[in-house]
């Protein structure tokens, strides 16, 4: 009988297909939801969908993310993954800030009064900040939230600082390169589904110069910058200033 990795929680990163011997690792905010749905899709045969169970419906975004949590990198148990073919998917750093903005504070209202109002009052703040007022305060707010830290800590946490660990790492922006090779790996024609839409689509250039250049200050030592040089060529002005 065929012999898989030991894992100390299946429902951490990375998502792990033993039979394929694939090890897909993302961050929060690389479309990891939409990635979850379509790696349950590959090793079930069948999409993973909503459900309604005694009249409580049971939403498919929700469903996705149960499935695994993002693990940071050095808790992973790499020696069981030797064989395996590890592959990462990236994101453009400042992108992922808004989205991980749009997403938390606007969608979910994370630093609502409701939500965050004893950590807000603690440390001078104001709920449901601006974009501007969130940039201009980020590490405050990051106290505020353990899930706004989360979504906003650099994507090496989750998939470590080297390169050469992975066989191959794809782009989020060219999504489609990821779900080809996936889908000739194990023989399928499934698609990557688009979850997690919610809030509005923030444009980088629609903001003060101030808050672009804290956007940029905040990501700006980001390995990712290094691995796909083509994230710089739109903040050459910003990164090439200290």
Same mark, same amino acid.
């Given at each position: ?60 975004? +929700? ?10 990198? @050095? %808790? ?6 030797? $064989? /395996? ?96 090779? +996936? ?10 589904? @688009? %979850? ?6 923030? $444009? /980088? ?38």
């Amino acid at each position: 009988m065929k012999t898989l990795p030991k894992r100390r929680n299946s429902r951490t990163l990375p998502y792990i297909l033993p039979e394929r011997k694939i090890a897909v690792f993302f961050s929060p905010k690389s479309a990891g939801t939409s990635v979850r749905a379509f790696l349950f899709e590959l090793e079930n045969g069948f999409p993973l969908r909503s459900y309604t169970v005694q009249g409580i419906r049971h939403d498919v975004t +929700m469903l996705a993310n149960r499935l695994m949590v993002n693990t940071k990198f @050095r %808790l992973v148990n790499h020696a069981d993954l030797v $064989d /395996f073919e590890r592959i990462a998917l990236v994101r453009d750093p400042v992108r992922r800030v808004l989205s991980a903005y749009s997403n938390r504070v606007l969608y979910y209202r994370e630093l609502s009064e409701e939500v965050a109002g004893q950590a807000l009052q603690a440390n001078g703040l104001e709920p449901d900040p601006d974009f501007d007022l969130f940039m201009a305060n980020i590490a405050g707010y990051i106290r505020c939230s353990a899930s706004i830290g989360r979504h906003l800590s650099l994507q090496e946490r989750f998939i470590g600082k080297s390169k050469d660990y992975f066989a191959r790492v794809f782009r989020v922006e060219d999504m489609t390169s990821f779900e080809t090779h +996936m889908n000739e790996r194990f023989g399928t024609t499934c698609s990557v589904p @688009r %979850l997690q839409e919610g809030g509005p689509k923030l $444009d /980088f250039w629609s903001f003060s110069a101030e808050t672009r250049r804290r956007v940029i200050d905040f990501v700006r030592s980001s390995v990712v910058f290094d691995w796909f040089p083509q994230y710089k060529e739109d903040y050459a002005e910003f990164l090439t200033t200290a």
